[in-house]
C-alpha cells in the first residue's frame, strides 16, 4: 500500500525558488545518492532526513538543484532500481512526509528537486508482477510484463538470446502455482528486476498517474532512468551475439534505442507542460551516437540528457575537443542543452579514473596514482564547468574523494558483483557514504557507523577539514560555482571559440571569458588572456605570459 502524505504541495515552484525560465539550460545538479549522503538516526543507511538536514551545505556550495536515486519502497535487490510501489517511501529512508518535507526544504533554500523515475522494470515485489505468477498462466497481470514460453522440447530455453546488463541470460524461468516450470520472463537487469511491457496500455496509464502523483508533490523534475529501453523490437528477435556488453554504445540494439520510446516520451511531456513551474525531465540514455541521443531531446520530448560520451572520455585534449565540438553540434539542430558531467552511481569516481596514463574504461579496480588523479580531476571539473550548457555533479566529488577500489567482497552488494560475466560489478566503490567531520564512528555520516565501510584517512577528505581550508577542493568547487553564476559567458548558450593553444591544451573563448585547460604532464606558456578568475593548481605570470602547470585549467575574464 502507498502511505498518505499531508497536502500536496502547490503545482508551482515555491516563490522563494527563483523563477528564471529554462533555468536548467545552465543549471549546475547535484546527484544525491540517498543511502550514502547522510544518516539521520544513526542505523547506518542514509535517508531523506539526512538529506534535508544537509541542504544548507548544498545550498552553499551553489549548486541549482539536487538529483535523488531512489527512494521507493523496495527490497533493495539494486540500491532502489528495484521498485515495489512507486508511491510509497521505502522505510529505510523515512516516509512521506519525510519527502514532503525535503522537498518544501529545498524549495525555501532556493532549491530545485528531481526525483528518479524507473519506467524500463519493476521489482518482482510488486503488486502487478506478484499477481501475476500467483494467478499462473493466462493471467491478465502477465501481458504488463514479458513472459513468452521457452524453446526446445519442453521449453527449457530462453525465449531468446539476449543477455543481462549484469551478466548471464536476460531471461528467468518462473516456477508455476502447480509447481511445474512454467513460462520465462524478460529482465534486461537483475531477476528480480522483471521488464514492464510498454506495449500494453495499463502500463502507460500507470506511469501518467505516478507522474503527476510527484508533480502534485511538488518535484520539480524527473530523471528517467534507462530511458532508452522501455520499448523492445517486435518479436523480441534475436541479436545473434555473445558478449553482449561489448556491443552496447555501438550498436542499436532490439532492447535498447528503438524508435518507439518517443512516443511514450512525447506523451509525458503533455503532462509535465500541464505543471507551472518549469518541470524537467532529464534521460539516461545510452546511445551509439551523441546524434541519436539528440533524438530524446527534440522541442517535444525530454529537456536534456546525459553526456556519457563525454563521461567515458580520458584526460586528452584531442579527444576532448572532439566530443565537446560533436556534442554542440548534435544539440544544437534540436534546441537543447548540452550537458556535462564527469562522475555518477555506476561509474568509477573521475578522481580515480583520471589517475591512470591510459583510459581504463569507466569501471575500475585500480586505485593508481592519488595525487595525478586529484589534480586532474580538479582540471577536469573546471573544464567542464566552463562549457555551456547544464553540469552534473555527483556527491563527493566536491571533496575530491576516490573510489574505494580495495572494498572487502564480502561487504559488496552490486548485484552485477555476484552475477559475473556482466558489468564489472564494483559499483559499490563510489558509493561509500560521505565524509563529514575529521572524526566519529562514520565521519560525520550518522552515529551508528556506515552500511559500507569507509577507508582510514576519510577524515581528512570531510566538509570539516576542507571548508574554508585554501586551495582545498571543495573550496575551489565552491568559488567555481560563485564565479559560474557571475559571469554570464558561462553556462548558457551553445557554441564556443577555439583558441591556438600548444599541443595537448585546450583554449576557447565564451564572450569576455577565456577557459584553457592543460591536459599534458608538463608546463605549457600560454597568453595572459586578463584577469585570471579561478584555476585548479597555481599558476604565475609575467610579461603578458601566463605558466600553466600540468593537468590544469585557468578560467580568466579579458572584461
Not at 579527444?319 to 564527469?342: C, F, H, K, Q
Amino acid at each position: 500500500m502507498s502511505q498518505h502524505s499531508a497536502d500536496p504541495a502547490p503545482n508551482t515552484v515555491l516563490a522563494t525558488v527563483a523563477r528564471h525560465r529554462d533555468w536548467w539550460r545552465d543549471a549546475v545538479i547535484y546527484q544525491v545518492y540517498p543511502r550514502s549522503f547522510a544518516d539521520s538516526n544513526g542505523d547506518g543507511m542514509g535517508d531523506l532526513e539526512g538529506v534535508r538536514s544537509r541542504l544548507p551545505y548544498l545550498r552553499d556550495l551553489g549548486v541549482d538543484a539536487v538529483w535523488l536515486s531512489p527512494f521507493y519502497a523496495s527490497p533493495q535487490a539494486d540500491a532502489g532500481y528495484d521498485v515495489a510501489d512507486y508511491r510509497a517511501v521505502d522505510p529505510m529512508f523515512g516516509n512521506l512526509l519525510d519527502a514532503d518535507a525535503l522537498i518544501r526544504g529545498a524549495h525555501e533554500l532556493g532549491l530545485r528537486i528531481i526525483v528518479d523515475l524507473v519506467p524500463n522494470h519493476s521489482s518482482d515485489q510488486h503488486e502487478w508482477f506478484k499477481r501475476a505468477l500467483a494467478e499462473g498462466p493466462g493471467s491478465p497481470l502477465r501481458e504488463r510484463y514479458h513472459f513468452r514460453p521457452g524453446k526446445g522440447d519442453s521449453g527449457e530455453l530462453p525465449p531468446n538470446d539476449w543477455e543481462s546488463i549484469f551478466g548471464g541470460p536476460a531471461w528467468t524461468r518462473v516456477t508455476e502455482p502447480d509447481g511445474t516450470p512454467g513460462a520465462w520472463y524478460l529482465h534486461l537487469f537483475a531477476p528480480e528486476q522483471p521488464d514492464f511491457n510498454w506495449d500494453h496500455p495499463a502500463v502507460s496509464d500507470e506511469f501518467r498517474s505516478i507522474l503527476r502523483f510527484w508533480l502534485d508533490m511538488g518535484v520539480d523534475g524527473f530523471r528517467v532512468d534507462v530511458a532508452h529501453g522501455l520499448v523492445k523490437a517486435e518479436g523480441l528477435p534475436d541479436l545473434g551475439a555473445h558478449d553482449q556488453l561489448k556491443l552496447l554504445g555501438n550498436d542499436v540494439m532490439p532492447f535498447f534505442d528503438q524508435d518507439g520510446v518517443h512516443t511514450i516520451y512525447r506523451q509525458w511531456r503533455t503532462i509535465l507542460d500541464e505543471y507551472a513551474g518549469d518541470h524537467i525531465f532529464v534521460a539516461e540514455a545510452w546511445t551509439p551516437t551523441i546524434e541519436r541521443t539528440a533524438n530524446y531531446v527534440r522541442p517535444d520530448e525530454l529537456h536534456q540528457a546525459f553526456n556519457f560520451q563525454y563521461l567515458g572520455t580520458h584526460w586528452d585534449a584531442r579527444e576532448l575537443r572532439s566530443v565537446i565540438d560533436r556534442t554542440l553540434d548534435a544539440m544544437r539542430p534540436v534546441g537543447a542543452p548540452a550537458t556535462w558531467v564527469l562522475s555518477n552511481h555506476d561509474v568509477t569516481r573521475h578522481a580515480t579514473r583520471f589517475a591512470h596514463d591510459s583510459a581504463l574504461g569507466t569501471q575500475i579496480r585500480l586505485a593508481g596514482d592519488r595525487e595525478q588523479g586529484l589534480r586532474r580531476a580538479r582540471a577536469a571539473t573546471l573544464l567542464m564547468l566552463a562549457l555551456p550548457g547544464s553540469a552534473y555533479l555527483y556527491q563527493g566529488e566536491e571533496l575530491g574523494l576516490p573510489d574505494v577500489v580495495d572494498l572487502p567482497d564480502e561487504v559488496r552488494q552490486d548485484p552485477a558483483y555476484f552475477r559475473g560475466a556482466g558489468q564489472d560489478g564494483f559499483r559499490d566503490g563510489c558509493r561509500v557514504p560521505l565524509p563529514w567531520t575529521r572524526s566519529g564512528p562514520s565521519y560525520g555520516f550518522g552515529a551508528g557507523g556506515s552500511w559500507l565501510p569507509q577507508p582510514e584517512g576519510w577524515g581528512e577528505l570531510s566538509v570539516e577539514a576542507q571548508q574554508g581550508a585554501p586551495g582545498s577542493t571543495l573550496e575551489m568547487y565552491r568559488r567555481a560555482l560563485a564565479v559560474r553564476r557571475e559571469q554570464p559567458g558561462l553556462g548558457a548558450g551553445d557554441a564556443v571559440e577555439w583558441l591556438r593553444a600548444p599541443e595537448g591544451v585546450l583554449a576557447f573563448r565564451r564572450g569576455e571569458f577565456v577557459c584553457v585547460a592543460n591536459t599534458t604532464g608538463e608546463s605549457v606558456t600560454t597568453p595572459a588572456y586578463g584577469r585570471v578568475l579561478i584555476a585548479s593548481d597555481e599558476v604565475t605570470e609575467a610579461n603578458g605570459e601566463t605558466k600553466v602547470p600540468a593537468d590544469t585549467t585557468v578560467w580568466w575574464t579579458t572584461a
